[in-house]
């Protein structure tokens, strides 16, 4: 099984900043995802993080409120920008095989 | 596209009892994987249980299994001699098989299960 690191593990923010989320795999994988859960919801795509292009993005999700890097095979960063209130969520990365994926802790972002 | 639907968003028991999770699907997919995740209040999403829609037999760990339907696309959890522990949310989810790589996962709405001593 793969072991996913986040960082940070949480966060409060002001309106208007941005913050970037860290996702780290111990193993190489072809894919990466990142995932937002708002508070009492189940989880949503945001995008698929694709090694060397450009990120897929899901309906309802624009590359410049969520740029997304994934520089190498092990590594991807999420940035939550311009945050407004309604960004307050935990997000989640998640990595795997043609047969299972896991996910990382979650970064729980407070914005005021 | 797929769906994934879990009618039951709580269900509560007591400890040591058994308990059946609900989760039907859509998809006109041949080739999928379904799972079981636990997300306690700590929000770690963990991995319960796999089922590979090709595999007739219903998968199973230790006091959790499954009851896979395929033609009905239905996929609950039976999680057996229930333990405090137990006490989370948890999401069905649906991937479709590609030999490239993981795919993404769409998820139920979740249950939120309370066992109580």
């Known amino acids: 099984s793969a072991v996913i690191s986040q960082k940070p593990s949480r966060d409060i923010c002001q309106r208007g900043t941005s913050l970037t989320i860290q996702c780290q795999v111990d193993s190489q994988v072809t894919m990466m995802f990142w995932y937002r859960q708002q508070p009492g919801q189940s989880l949503t795509l945001i995008a698929t993080?694709?090694?060397?292009?450009?990120?897929?993005?899901e309906s309802g999700f624009v590359i410049d409120k969520f740029p997304i890097s994934r520089p190498n095979l092990t590594f991807s960063t999420l940035t939550v920008s311009n945050m407004s209130p309604e960004d307050s969520s935990i997000y989640l990365c998640?990595?795997?095989?043609?047969?299972?994926?896991?996910f990382g802790p979650g970064t729980r972002l407070t914005v005021l | 596209a797929q769906t994934v639907t879990q009618s039951q968003p709580e269900m509560s028991v007591q400890e040591a009892e058994t308990v059946t999770l609900s989760c039907t699907y859509d998809?006109?997919?041949?080739?999928?994987?379904l799972f079981w995740y636990k997300q306690p209040p700590s929000r770690q999403m963990i991995l319960v249980i796999r089922?590979?829609?090709?595999?007739?037999q219903n998968a199973t760990e230790n006091r959790f299994s499954v009851n896979f339907q395929k033609a009905a696309k239905s996929f609950s959890l039976k999680i057996s001699d229930s333990q405090l522990g137990d006490t989370a949310m948890y999401f069905c989810?649906?991937?479709?098989?590609?030999?490239?790589?993981?795919?993404?996962?769409?998820f139920g709405q979740g249950t939120r299960l309370t066992i109580n001593p």
């Open positions: 998640s990595a795997g095989s043609p047969d299972t994926q896991y």
């Open positions: 993080a694709n090694q060397g292009s450009e990120a897929t993005y």
């Open positions: 089922q590979e829609a090709y595999k007739q």
């Open positions: 989810a649906f991937m479709k098989h590609r030999n490239q790589g993981a795919q993404k996962l769409v």
């Open positions: 998809t006109s997919e041949n080739n999928y994987y």
